[in-house]
């Protein structure tokens, strides 16, 4: 027999003195994913604007470097909050230009007549509408997100500034991606060790890069995945490289243009069998960043 069936019960969010709107970005923020818009990762919560109040959440995709600014409303959406997010989009994109922007609004009732005005805006701003419910079931509550409206348009980053991204450590991308999936930087740091043995690991917020005498030396840097490891070389996109990377059957993903890297996306099969083209792709990377 099966067990008891308790059925969901939509719980109103606002004027809920257990459950506040702080309540809800402290959820979000330990697991941006939630929003149901990619694997996201926070940068910062209750950003200060100039001559303005506070961003909620900014979050970044760690592969694209997009930025999603993200505002928050306990029941039905309105004027000023449609008003907030898109000024605190606006003051986000032109402070830093070099990546792309979202503007994000999530509420709990997303009106059909307020959707229709968020429309408008679609077409020249990219932004994204998430309805948000609680549900109670027994004893335990749940948050729900539903993307009712997505952007028209997506989009990269200055290394200066992701370098600044605050360290982080092994256990962080072991939660991120998977042990198996670290350990695969390892076998490819062994590699590596094969042209510079005082290559280190260093762990950052959107990538493991490498240092040398304590420096970053970042000529490729790791993206491990749940099921895969991005690995990116910094090397100019040219038809010879093309080349030897179709020979070798490498899965590519699309060059990196701001970045100038190609990015491969290796499993543990590939690092085995490619070990010589891997070496000879990130030799020449080497070289370049070294100036032989």
């Known amino acids: 027999m099966g ?20 309540w809800v970005q402290d ?20 950003k200060k604007q100039p001559r303005a109040g506070r961003l909620d959440l900014l979050l970044q995709d760690p592969e694209t470097k997009q930025r999603y600014e993200v505002e928050l409303q306990l029941g039905p959406t309105d004027e000023t909050h449609i008003i907030r997010t898109i000024e605190y989009w606006d003051i986000e994109r032109k402070r830093y230009p070099q ?15 307020f959707l229709n005005v968020i429309s408008l805006f679609n077409g020249t701003i990219p932004l994204i509408a998430i309805q948000m419910q609680a549900l109670r079931v027994g004893d335990n509550t749940t948050l ?3 993307k009712v409206m997505d952007e028209l348009s997506r989009g990269s980053v200055d290394e200066d500034e992701e370098a600044e991204s605050a360290p982080t450590d092994r256990e962080y991308w072991e939660h991120r991606a998977t042990k198996s999936t670290v350990n695969l930087v390892d076998h490819v740091l062994g590699i590596l060790h094969g042209l510079d043995s005082t290559l280190k690991l260093k762990y950052n917020k959107f990538y493991i890069g490498l240092e040398r005498d304590r420096q970053p030396y970042n000529f490729v840097i790791f993206r491990p995945k749940k099921q895969h490891l991005v690995f990116e070389i910094k090397l100019p996109d040219s038809e010879d490289i093309d080349k030897k990377i179709d020979d070798a059957e490498l899965n590519t993903l699309e060059y990196d243009k701001r970045w100038g890297a190609y990015r491969l996306r290796l499993t543990p099969a590939h690092i085995e069998g490619k070990a010589d083209v891997l070496k000879e792709l990130s030799k020449l990377a080497y070289d ?3 100036g032989a």
């Open 27 to 46: 959820i979000i923020e330990k697991d941006p994913s939630i929003l149901g818009i990619g694997d996201l990762v926070l940068r910062t919560a209750e």
């Open 3 to 22: 067990g008891e069936f308790l059925k969901a019960e939509r719980v109103p969010l606002k004027g809920d003195p257990e459950r506040s709107e702080r």
């Open 99 to 113: 990546y792309e922007h979202c503007a994000v609004i999530v509420a709990e009732d997303i009106t059909s007549r």
């Open 288 to 290: 370049l960043k070294s």
């Open 144 to 146: 729900v997100f539903t």
